[in-house]
């Protein structure tokens, strides 16, 4: 089986070094570049997709459309769930990242942004900036919406995608692309390759970038590799 994941390319907020997590910005040009180079490598390599899945912003689900664009694909299905969301970064979305290391302190900056389980600063209830606002989270439940998340809750919500859409598309034989974020494919890494708590601390995945998985019929990972 093979699964290819992407990171969207560079969004408006990368570029400016500011927490985004929901916070629905686009693409910056040079993240429009990355997505397209990425649709065009993977043509170039034979990759040939049955399905993708992305989460509910527009930063990656325009990677994915640039990337289906670029390799003629653009009628493949697509799958969007805000259980691929890009980790709630709480009251520290909209603040610089350098800033806020000068604040807090890098220490604290580096565990609220890799820990695997302290929670960010969580956003007020009445903060206008609460998903509960927002259009497309209305057919869930809200009362269950995030204010902030750290790593482990964001894989406890990839999860069930996972569980209940993904790796059965996988098990039917389909070759699946998803087009997410970096610290919602950081936790399905995580859960693919068995890696610790301590260890995920260190895992990065770039913008843009391709990354291939090749598992067995019981989901081992048999090889990893970025295009
Ligand atoms: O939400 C964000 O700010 C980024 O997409 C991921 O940021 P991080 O590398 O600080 O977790």
Redesign the pocket.
């Known amino acids: 089986m093979r699964l290819v994941m992407i990171r969207h390319g560079q969004?408006e907020?990368?570029k400016l070094n500011?927490?985004?997590?929901w916070?629905d910005v686009d693409l910056s040009e040079e993240g429009v570049a990355e997505a397209r180079a990425a649709g065009k490598l993977l043509k170039e390599k034979g990759f040939a997709f049955d399905v993708a899945y992305t989460s509910v912003l527009t930063r990656a689900n325009h990677t994915l459309n640039l990337v289906l664009a670029e390799m003629e694909e653009l009628w493949v299905p697509v799958y969007k769930s805000w259980r691929l969301n890009?980790?709630h970064?709480g009251a520290l979305?909209g603040l610089n990242?350098e800033e806020t290391a000068e604040k807090y302190g890098a220490d604290q900056v580096h565990i609220w942004?890799?820990s695997y389980d302290v929670l960010p600063p969580l956003l007020e209830e009445d903060d206008p900036r609460q998903s509960k606002f927002d259009r497309r989270y209305q057919m869930l439940d809200t009362s269950t919406l995030p204010s902030g998340e750290n790593l482990k809750v964001t894989l406890e919500r990839v999860l069930p995608y996972w569980e209940d859409e993904i790796a059965p598309s996988l098990k039917a034989g389909k070759e699946v692309v998803i087009a997410a974020?970096?610290?919602s494919l950081r936790a399905l890494a995580k859960h693919l390759e068995g890696i610790s708590d301590d260890d995920i601390m260190d895992l990065?995945i770039p913008t843009g970038k391709p990354l291939v998985y090749e598992l067995d019929d019981n989901f081992k990972v048999l090889n990893k590799y970025y295009l």
């Open positions: 969004s907020w990368n500011l927490f985004t997590g916070t890009e980790r970064y979305q990242k942004r890799r974020h970096g610290n990065e």
